[in-house]
């Protein structure tokens, strides 16, 4: 059954969907997006996800498509229209179509705003109990990680190269440490219940599900550090893993080959994933 996809004011059929061919996302990956999850039909940080939304724009100088409130009435009637209880739906916008230059275009040319709906189990994730597998990659991404752009073009190579090597995902790493994964932030347990993810700045998305689970984490008494950290402490680390929209709180059980802890999902992790979930279907809207 063909999905009802969002293009510029108008509920389309996916296969009747457009956009033009100058558009500058498709030209120049001149976009931001945001993925935002639905859990039993409700939209999981949509007020976080819009602030985000609204960084990159002002980050880029790109024109705001609608309102908060507008965009909120569009993903509920996707989700609706396309009866998702449990996915994503994923938006995008563009600074619009021009004739091809590397020069911005006018200021009052229309931006474009496409959004489209995945429907995915979620909550019930093999992966949250059997863990994933990392492969660490060097990070040649561009320097404003912060922005949340369609720029993907090397985090797909770096997961299509990790998935060759026996692993599920990539953990990128500049300067000898570890920015975050492809799609996702990384985050690491020591021996004595720290938990350490990189800081804030341009070198890494600035991730929604990271912010709750940093809080959730901290409101349960465990210790937090924001710093960078080596890829041989996350090898050497009690448990490992990655935070993400589509995600949630994952296991990472290796890293290169070599077991994280004593190769399982841990009990921090275990625990982070319930607790995130519960909130995060508690406060839906």
Known sequence: MSRIVYVNGAYLPEAEARISVFDRGFLFADAVYEVTTVLGGKLI?????????????SELKLPTPASHDEL???????AARNGVDEGLIYMQVTRGAADRDFLFPPQDTPPSLVLFTQTMALRDKPAARTG?????????????????????????MAKTEAVRRGADDAWLVEDGVVTEGTSNNAHIVT????LITRDLSHSILHG??????LR???????KIEERSFTLDEAKAAKEAFITSASAFVLPVVSIDGAAVGDGAPGPVVRKLREIYIEEAVRTAI
Request: hydrophobic share 45%.
């Open 132 to 156: 994933i597998r990392v492969a660490s990659m060097p990070d040649l991404r561009w320097g404003r990680r912060d922005i949340k752009t369609v720029q993907l073009l090397y985090p797909s």
């Open 191 to 194: 021996a004595d219940g720290t």
């Open 72 to 78: 909120l009435a569009i993903h509920r009637e996707l």
């Open 45 to 57: 940080d949509f007020r976080a996800h819009m602030a985000r939304l609204d960084r990159s724009l």
């Open 208 to 213: 929604i599900t990271r912010a709750a689970v």
């Open 216 to 222: 959730l984490a901290a409101d349960s008494g465990l």
